[in-house]
């Protein structure tokens, strides 16, 4: 009942941008903190940007000044600004969110979106 959806990804050139977004969708009372993880081919998952949901951010050492978190509490939606991309940074980007949604479960729960590809060509 409750879905996370991102959207955005694609092919860039290395120095490009790309804004990806990822709303949530469902019987949601509340969401707590939201982020974004990637996944590189053959590596593990990991953490790029996280926000709390009064707003303050944080961001890996290897994206900070290039990548920019956001949310829009509104319409249950997290983006990642994306500036000067790398070719290290190609990889599966996903979302996750701490969603409260009342018929699905008493607590927060963790959700995650399917991932939206980053292609960045040298």
């Known amino acids: 009942q409750v879905q996370l959806v991102e959207s955005g990804g694609g092919l860039v050139q290395a120095g490009g941008s790309l804004r990806l977004s990822c709303a949530a969708s469902?019987?949601?009372?509340?969401?707590?903190?939201m982020s974004w993880y990637r996944q590189a081919p053959g590596k593990q998952r990991e953490l790029v940007a996280s926000?709390?949901?009064?707003?303050?951010?944080n961001h890996v050492d290897s994206v900070k000044g290039r990548f920019t978190i956001s949310r829009d509490n509104a319409k249950n939606t997290v983006y990642l600004q994306m500036n000067s991309l790398k070719p290290e940074d190609t990889a599966v980007y996903y979302c996750?969110?701490?969603?409260?949604?009342?018929?699905?479960?008493?607590?927060?729960?963790?959700?995650w979106g399917k991932g939206t590809l980053v292609t960045v060509s040298s």
């Open positions: 926000i709390t949901s009064s707003g303050s951010t």
């Open positions: 996750k969110a701490a969603i409260w949604a009342p018929q699905v479960s008493p607590h927060y729960m963790d959700y």
């Open positions: 469902g019987s949601i009372l509340s969401i707590a903190g």
